[in-house]
């Protein structure tokens, strides 16, 4: 699925965010951000009981999302990584 959309080779929003931040708190970032862009839709997707993996698009751009009752990640391209770890710091920060 990954290299079906040139993913393979990329990095993990877990990576660019700091270590203090939780898994949990990532998700729910994520989701609140990812929301908001109008153009957000599901490309392709893989669901079992525990949760799944999805590719979505948004602004021309992929990102491939594996979220499960255990763990969250989200991988895409360093500019969108940049900008949604922009985003999510910048969400934490207020509500602190």
């Given amino acids: ?14 990576s660019q965010l700091p270590g203090s931040i939780h898994e949990d708190e990532i998700r729910k970032y994520c989701w609140l951000i ?9 490309e392709i997707w893989q669901v079992g009981i525990e949760g799944g993996d999805y590719i979505y698009s948004f602004g021309g751009n992929y990102i491939f999302i594996s979220d499960d009752i255990w763990s969250f990640n989200l991988i895409a391209k360093k500019a969108v990584l940049e900008e949604l770890t922009a985003e999510i710091l910048s969400l934490k920060a207020k509500e602190s």
């Avoid at 699925?1 to 393979?8: F, I, Q």
């Avoid at 990812?34 to 599901?42: A, G």
């Fill in 1 to 14: 699925m990954l290299s079906l959309y040139e993913l393979s080779t990329e990095d993990s929003i877990v």
């Fill in 34 to 42: 990812l929301r908001t862009y109008p153009d957000l839709k599901k």
